[in-house]
């Protein structure tokens, strides 16, 4: 459930954040990040995705998921969110989406997240919650706090030893995909961000000039 003081509206860009029971880690392999993210992309409308574990062990085989043009395009065209920002830690997501149908965050959150504890307390046969209390919520009021949320998301990842400073290059992360080629076509949408950047060049001097993650202004989800 979500805070009770988080207002959704359609139209509106919320921060999410969701973390692991006693901030225990929610991922024990790439496996497991690429089942949630394959989730919080194509969990965006109410439309069925039949064999997701086949799909997955295609997605192993050749880096793509398959689940053909006509259904990729009825998500697109029924989603109850649109995904604009993402970031995978260790214990923890961060991501900005934009409510389009009246309570679209509710219901979307709700199959991802319980989707993804489903998957992981099968594969692991572990019990109990997965995920602490709510998600966090946090309305983005104005183009200044979202493009300061999105530099916070896409620096979040050098707090990992092995990534910091190579964020641009961070799988779990969209950051890559505002600098190069979207993976994931209309699933992610960066334009509202990248169309205020003269190129994309320009948006990572902008991500690295941020004051985000560095110690002087932080962000706490929870």
Same mark, same amino acid.
């Given at each position: ?79 109850? $969110? ?32 319980? @989707? ?10 572990? $019990? ?9 919520? $946090? ?72 004051? @985000? ?10």
């Amino acid at each position: 459930m979500p805070l009770r003081t988080t207002q959704f509206a359609p139209g509106e860009h919320y921060h999410i954040c969701f973390r692991g029971n006693n901030k225990q880690s929610i991922f024990r392999s790439d496996h497991d990040r690429a089942r949630l993210l394959f989730l919080i992309l194509h969990l965006q409308s109410p439309e069925s995705i039949r064999n997701i574990s086949e799909i997955m062990k295609e997605y192993r085989k050749t880096g793509r998921w398959n689940i053909g043009e006509q259904l990729h395009a009825k998500i697109v065209e029924t989603r109850y $969110v649109v995904l604009e920002a993402f970031s995978f830690m260790t214990n923890h997501v961060h991501m900005v989406i934009r409510e389009e149908r009246e309570q679209g965050t509710v219901r979307y959150l709700q199959r991802v997240l319980n @989707a993804y504890a489903k998957y992981f307390n099968t594969k692991y046969e572990t $019990v109990g919650h997965l995920f602490q209390g709510p998600y966090r919520a $946090v309305h983005i009021d104005d183009n200044d706090q979202l493009l300061y949320l999105s530099t916070y998301i896409h620096r979040n990842p050098r707090e990992l030893p092995e990534i910091k400073g190579k964020e641009h290059n961070y799988v779990w992360s969209s950051y890559r995909d505002y600098l190069g080629e979207n993976r994931f076509d209309e699933l992610l949408d960066r334009s509202l961000v990248l169309e205020q950047f003269d190129s994309p060049q320009a948006y990572r001097e902008f991500v690295d000039s941020s004051i @985000a993650k560095d110690g002087q202004y932080s962000f706490n989800p929870f």
